[in-house]
Structure formats: structure tokens, C-alpha cells
């Protein structure tokens, strides 16, 4: 729906565009016939709305909670639908009923958060622990005399680890 400041706007701008158009020596005399569009007539049909802000035909709305928070043990007529006869019905009952998915109210985010920094807490602890008590390498590397530069291969080959060789520590 549009708001009549727009409506009256454009209806203004449309009148002096009319105004402010050259009419041209070649353009005919006679104007084509166009669809009446009466901006008076958009305007009182605005005007002749009902006030409806839920647009629901004025039923009565009870408030919106849903079936399973209500008391299971009340003297309800429907005891399987909490609900006594002769009550209007929320127009969202499909959502608000008894048979509809239920509200995950078994634990606060707080304290998921809580639960979840505890878990990681212990995870990062294992690790310090096992680092910190990890055993360094239980040997030194052997040492061979020319380094087995022949039974490794001769010129090119890659050889072993030699007496004064810098120990790669881990």
C-alpha cells in the first residue's frame, strides 16, 4: 500500500513534467486515450482500510506459549492437549501445539560455553603434560670411520654421520 505523501508526490511530479513538455509543431493536436489511473480514488481506498494490524478478522488471539510449557498436571479438559474446551486456539497452533517440535530447554548457552572451555582446558593439558614429560632421544647417533663411504655407494653417494658432524638436536 502506498502512503499518500508518495501518491500525492508522484501525482505533483506527473502534473509538472505535463507542464514543463515543449509541445513540438509535428506532434497532432489530438492525445491518445489512456487509462484513467485517479490518484482520489487510490486515496479513498486508503482511507476506507480497517485498522487490523494482526489481519486476522479480529479473532481473539491468546498469548503465543507453547502446549509443553504449560502445567501436565492441571485439571485440563484435553489432558493430552493441555487444553480445556471451548478455548480459541492460537492461529499458530501447528507451531504451539502438543505435537509440535519441542524447545531445547535442557541446558543455558552459558553453560554449554562453560562445558566446551572445561573440554578444551583438559585437551590442551594432555598435550602440555605428554610434551613436557616426552623423553628427548634415548641415543646418540653412531658414528662410523669415513662414514661407510664406500659400502654406502662411493662419489655421490649421500653419506652416513661422521665423528664431528653437527647433530641435528630435536
Excluded at 507451531?95 to 562445558?115: H, K, N, P, Q, W
Amino acid at each position: 500500500m502506498l502512503s499518500r505523501r508518495a501518491l500525492t508526490l508522484a501525482a505533483t511530479s506527473a502534473r509538472s513534467l505535463a507542464r514543463t513538455r515543449p509541445q513540438s509543431q509535428i506532434q497532432p493536436r489530438f492525445r491518445i486515450p489512456r487509462a484513467q489511473f485517479s490518484v482520489a480514488r487510490c486515496l479513498k481506498a486508503a482511507g476506507e482500510e480497517i485498522d487490523d494490524p494482526e489481519m486476522n478478522n479480529n479473532y481473539i488471539n491468546p498469548p503465543r506459549i507453547k502446549r509443553q510449557h504449560r502445567d501436565p498436571y492441571a485439571n485440563w479438559d484435553d489432558k493430552q492437549e493441555r487444553r480445556n474446551f471451548g478455548e480459541p486456539v492460537h492461529e499458530d497452533n501447528d507451531v504451539l501445539g502438543i505435537f509440535a517440535l519441542e524447545d531445547y530447554t535442557f541446558m543455558s548457552t552459558a553453560r554449554g560455553l562453560l562445558l566446551w572451555a572445561g573440554f578444551i582446558t583438559c585437551v590442551l593439558g594432555v598435550y602440555y603434560g605428554v610434551s613436557y614429560t616426552y623423553p628427548g632421544k634415548p641415543s646418540a647417533p653412531r658414528e662410523l670411520e669415513g662414514g661407510l663411504f664406500e659400502e654406502l655407494g662411493g662419489p655421490g653417494a649421500v653419506r652416513a654421520h661422521m665423528a664431528g658432524d653437527p647433530v641435528d638436536e630435536e
